[in-house]
T-cell receptor, first 114, second 119 residues
Framework: NAGVTQTPKFQVLKTGQSMTLQCAQD?????MSWYRQDPGMGLRLIHY???????DQGEVPNGYNVSRSTTEDFPLRLLSAAPSQTSVYFC?????????????FGPGTRLTVL | AQSVTQPDIHITVSEGASLELRCNYS??????LFWYVQSPGQGLQLLLK??????LVQGIKGFEAEFKRSQSSFNLRKPSVHWSDAAEYFC?????????????????FGTGTRLTIIP
């Protein structure tokens, strides 16, 4: 099992550019989520999905889009990057719900927006 | 709303010394409590979790944590730290409070405690 994989590991964008952060898991988990990690703020939930075709917003969804067409993949799209989106992004998955089950995290994507 | 407080931003301990990392939570029902560890440049890994039952839970790498409902705390301990324990540690709280369209999706993390080990 590869677990949760994320690509790219690093990315630099200019303000206004768009990009997609990829996330995939091979554990057949129903629940997947995206977090951002900023210094002194811990991890904050951006979006999550409870299964293919079902997504919902987390704490900080503005500026981000998600979709879930398959169980394995959960990409995060930045529509028009802003410097405030400079952060480390983690994708996570779990078998059941996000708040009662062990989360398995990917290695992260470090994004810088200039 | 649920919340987690980790009052220590940075802790330094000597190798072989004991360790206690503090975590206080606020939650309106029976909490699900987690400790995760993040090594430099890595994602988070689960150390241990508490759902119910025995209030002293054992985790991986020799860590343990004790749930104290009266103090709303879930402190992480290790009797003797190793240099490889240097990392950032996150406490998190979750549970079955309805906060979204789909129910129990809210896992709240603390801001983390960075642990430095000195030889």
């Amino acid at each position: 099992n590869a677990g949760v994989t994320q690509t790219p590991k690093f990315q630099v964008l200019k303000t206004g550019q768009s990009m997609t952060l990829q996330c995939a898991q091979d554990m057949n988990h129903e629940y997947m989520s995206w977090y951002r990690q900023d210094p002194g703020m811990g991890l904050r939930l951006i979006h999550y999905s409870v299964g293919a075709g079902i997504t919902d917003q987390g704490e900080v969804p503005n500026g981000y889009n998600v979709s879930r067409s398959t169980t394995e993949d959960f990409p995060l799209r930045l529509l028009s990057a802003a410097p405030s989106q400079t952060s480390v992004y983690f994708c996570a998955s779990s078998y059941r719900g996000g708040s009662t089950d062990t989360q398995y995290f990917g290695p992260g994507t470090r994004l810088t927006v200039l | 709303a649920q919340s987690v407080t980790q009052p220590d931003i940075h802790i330094t301990v000597s190798e072989g010394a004991s360790l206690e990392l503090r975590c206080n939570y606020s939650y309106g029902a029976t909490p699900y409590l987690f400790w995760y560890v993040q090594s430099p440049g890595q994602g988070l890994q689960l150390l241990l979790k508490y759902f119910s039952g025995d209030t002293l839970v054992q985790g991986i790498k020799g860590f343990e944590a004790e749930f104290k409902r009266s103090q709303s705390s879930f402190n992480l301990r290790k009797p003797s730290v190793h240099w490889s324990d240097a990392a950032e540690y996150f406490c998190a709280v979750g549970g079955f409070l309805l906060i979204s369209n789909f129910g129990n999706e809210k896992l709240t993390f603390g801001t983390g405690t960075r642990l430095t080990i000195i030889p």
